[in-house]
């Protein structure tokens, strides 16, 4: 091997170093010299040889280690028995954690925030409200499993930056159903347009749509069932009904039989050629809010509260393009999406509960939408601008019209992203926005954001 | 006339949502090499659907409505397992209302299962990358591994469909038989490959070298899942200069730069193996494959 040119090398040198020395002495230290000289070769030629034997040796061995290896890992792997044996934890759930942290820069105070024209109860209005400065974003914990070979069960916690818990979803869902249906019931994020079933880590952008902030509170999850169906076709139709509580925003906490939230809803999707896919659905929610109290100023500059009863009804067409070379979105892909919201109101209010408790009648016709877009435009890396607005319509309050002021303002906000995903785990995120939700007020805002996600692995949702 | 009429348009409106055909199995295959298996053993018994295209990183799909349409109406799933579509299988799965597909049925089946798995860590941590608990999930680049698989599924759609044991039984041995004729010459021709040094994109080749005996160097992902570094390159780079290859292999769906980036400074080519069938020209099926993913690398050796 590479031992043989050394050798010969060495052998060279010696036998050029050795007439050198050897004219320089007599015919006795020759002779003498000679003999060490041979000596040493001897030596040398004997310490090369064990060497060689001895890196043969190592390289049979290695070759034996390896090919041992190879058996030993192929034996390991026959089709093995589930590990665990009489593990009492090997039936336990998976678990994930969504980890997020989020700093924000806002050039107004929040303190004051609203989205004009639009009534929203001062609990939602803490919920969307921005904060500024460090705070943990929206981490979550999720457990779930199959309960067995009828039923799956997810529960999911969400952690607020104020120190508080709230249970977001904790459903128990069918997978044994034919046809195409799947029954799930408890609390679960309606199925209602595109973005509102999705996890605010799944997001691409930090806060919900201006829309959804103002029809929905951010996102809508009810305690209830839903039915959901899809056709027998090779196009992708879904069809879903909801019956729920209907205690959050846009309905009221209420103590009766009955439901106080149905949902009713279609999508319909599929693909074009190998590098598009798409998706477009229409929704409709109905809730029946009782005395939904919220915040106002009266004609006279006066902070009134005023109460709302009757019906909601939520109409939203949504639809999404997803673009991908030959459908591989490793490397590059592109997200188009958008969603329109317009609600109807109509029934009664009371002006000022508090203390002039004028009665009246309530009719409210409010829109919204959004559009964004998100590129990757290389592994790990994601670009989106996302403009939205609202127009909060026509609101007619009856006798009160003489009471309550009705701003012609239509919030706006746009917004741009970049977000570095280091693995399918790990995503930072800069945000920059101008909000114009509060008349008079253009609050320029810069968020940095994390979002982790650890232990069972998420889902890839379209 | 009228009635004319309504046939047209009901007969269009039908056909814009094509149902499927009632006779045939629907299969829904993960991976095309799965899809081109069922195929082989099905004949005209099943009508197969591929979720995937060999230009796609099976890692990393979506649970799009396309997919969940065909998932809806399949009789039968056969993926790769090993948590090689854990991103996406399990919510496809939970969301079509499908009973007959779900993990635990005979219309759920994982191919990984019927084959020795290499590279089964001992522990697992995400700071590894994309590791597999089960294992290393790229088991079809041996083919011995997809005859196992053959026999497996075979007996599956027997038991799915046993009006046509006899059918799937017979394409079976029909199959085996002409397998293991081409394993034999493709083992002959492959022959020079023993022992040949090689560097992969990712860490998806090592039943491929397991079976031919070739000799992975390094791999261009600093580890499995995360896209090669200019770092990284430069370290394989100097390690080739130590220890040379004979050629950087990469699959279709892998981007190209960082195998090109190496391939000319270590003046070696890039080898493009078809890695599932639909990956080249000639992968047109399973034995198309193996024919081009030998001659693919025989041609790496002139």
Redesign the interface.
């Known amino acids: 091997m590479s031992f043989k040119p050394k050798t010969l090398a060495a052998g060279i040198a010696f036998a050029l170093a050795a007439p050198c020395h050897a004219q320089a002495a007599d015919s006795a230290d020759l002779a003498q010299i000679r003999s060490e000289i041979k000596q040493m070769q001897q030596s040398y030629e004997a310490r090369i040889a064990s060497l060689e034997a001895r890196l043969k040796q190592a390289e049979t061995d290695v070759k034996q280690a390896a090919s041992q290896a ?1 058996e030993a ?7 093995a028995p589930a590990r665990g044996g009489d593990n009492i934890n090997a039936f336990n759930p998976g678990i994930s954690l969504i980890l997020s942290g989020l700093y924000s820069n806002l050039s107004h105070d929040p303190a004051n925030y609203q989205i004009t024209g639009f009534h929203l109860p001062s609990s939602v209005l803490g919920d969307i409200r921005p904060q500024r400065g460090f705070s943990l974003g929206e981490s979550e914990l999720g457990i779930s499993a ?1 309960v067995d ?1 009828l039923f ?1 069960g997810n529960l999911n916690f969400a952690i607020h930056p104020d120190n508080t818990v709230s249970t977001e979803e904790a459903f128990i ?1 069918t ?8 029954l799930k019931a408890g609390r679960f994020f309606s199925g209602i347009g595109y973005l509102n079933a999705q996890h605010a880590h799944t997001w691409d952008f930090v806060d919900a749509p201006l829309a959804y902030q103002a029809f929905l509170g951010g996102q809508f999850n009810n305690d209830g069932v839903q039915l ?11 069809i879903g009904a909801e019956a729920g509580r209907g205690a959050n925003y846009p309905g009221t906490g209420r103590d009766k039989n009955g439901a106080g939230a149905t949902a009713l809803y279609a ?5 074009v050629g ?1 590098s598009n ?3 477009a659905g229409l929704s409709l929610l109905a809730t029946s809010p009782q005395d939904r109290q919220w915040d106002d100023v009266d004609a006279a500059g006066a902070g009134v509260t005023n109460g709302f009863t009757g019906n909601s009804k939520l109409w939203i067409a949504d639809g999404v393009w ?1 673009w991908a070379p ?6 590059t892909n592109f997200k188009l999406q958008g969603e329109y919201l317009r609600r109807v109101e109509d029934g009664s209010l009371v002006f000022d509960t508090a203390t002039a408790a004028t009665p009246g009648t309530y009719s409210a016709t409010q829109s919204g939408w959004y559009v964004q877009g998100v590129y990757q435009f290389a ?2 890396w994601r670009a989106g601008l996302r403009t939205e607005r609202l127009d909060s319509g026509n609101v007619d309050y009856g006798v009160n019209n003489a009471n309550l002021l009705r701003p012609d303002y239509a919030p706006v906000r746009n917004a741009m992203m970049v977000d570095y995903n ?4 790990s995503r930072i995120r800069l945000q920059l926005a101008q909000d114009k939700s509060r008349q008079g007020v253009s609050d320029n805002q810069i968020f940095l954001q994390y979002q982790m996600s ?1 232990g069972a ?6 | 006339m009228s009635n004319r009429l309504l046939k047209f348009v009901f007969s269009a409106a039908l056909g814009s949502f094509a149902v499927p055909a009632f006779a045939a199995l629907n299969i829904f295959a993960c991976e095309p090499e799965w899809g081109a298996l069922a195929h082989e053993l099905g004949g005209d018994k099943v009508d197969v659907y591929n979720a995937t295209n060999a230009f796609q990183d099976p890692h990393h799909v979506q649970a799009k409505p396309s997919l969940l349409a065909r998932a809806r109406n399949a009789d039968m799933v056969v993926c790769t397992g090993s948590q090689l579509e854990i991103g996406w299988l399990p919510i496809l799965l939970r969301q079509t209302g499908n009973p007959k597909i779900q993990p635990g049925k005979p219309g759920y089946f994982e191919a990984s299962g019927y084959v020795r798995m290499l590279e089964v860590p001992s522990s697992v941590d995400r700071s590894l990358g994309d590791v597999h608990p089960g294992g290393n999930p790229h088991i079809q680049t041996d083919p011995r591994n997809i005859g196992m698989v053959a026999d497996a599924m075979a007996k599956r759609l027997a038991e799915i469909d046993p009006a046509n044991r006899a059918y799937y039984q017979s394409n079976y041995k029909s199959f085996a038989g002409r397998w293991q004729a081409a394993i034999v010459k493709w083992e002959k021709e492959a022959a020079p490959l023993r022992g040949m040094p090689i560097v992969v994109h990712h860490k998806a080749f090592i039943y491929l070298e397991n079976w031919l005996g070739l000799n992975e160097l390094a791999a261009l992902e600093p580890k499995p899942g995360v896209e090669p570094s200019s770092g990284h390159l430069s370290e394989v780079l100097a390690q080739l200069q130590r220890q040379p290859a004979k050629a950087v292999i990469r699959a279709a769906y892998n981007d190209g730069r960082g195998s090109e980036w190496l391939a000319e400074r270590a003046k070696i080519p890039v080898v493009v193996v078809p890695f599932t069938v639909g990956g080249s020209e000639r992968a047109k099926d399973l034995f198309g494959l193996f024919d081009d993913t030998v001659q693919r690398l025989l041609s790496a050796l002139k």
Do not use: C, M
Not at chain 1, 73 to 79: I, S, Y
Not at chain 1, 228 to 238: F, I, K
Not at chain 1, 422 to 425: G, I, K, L, M, N
């Open positions: 190879r890992v192929a034996t390991a792997a026959q089709p199959n070979q799956y869902q997978t044994a159903l034919p046809q195409g249906l799947t959901r169906w899809l056709a027998p076709t090779d196009t992708y139709l879904e999508h319909i999707g599929g693909d190998t896919s798409w998706l997803k030959n459908g591989n979105a490793h490397d592994p790990y280091p693995s399918e785990f650890l692995h998420g889902a890839h949702q379209f």
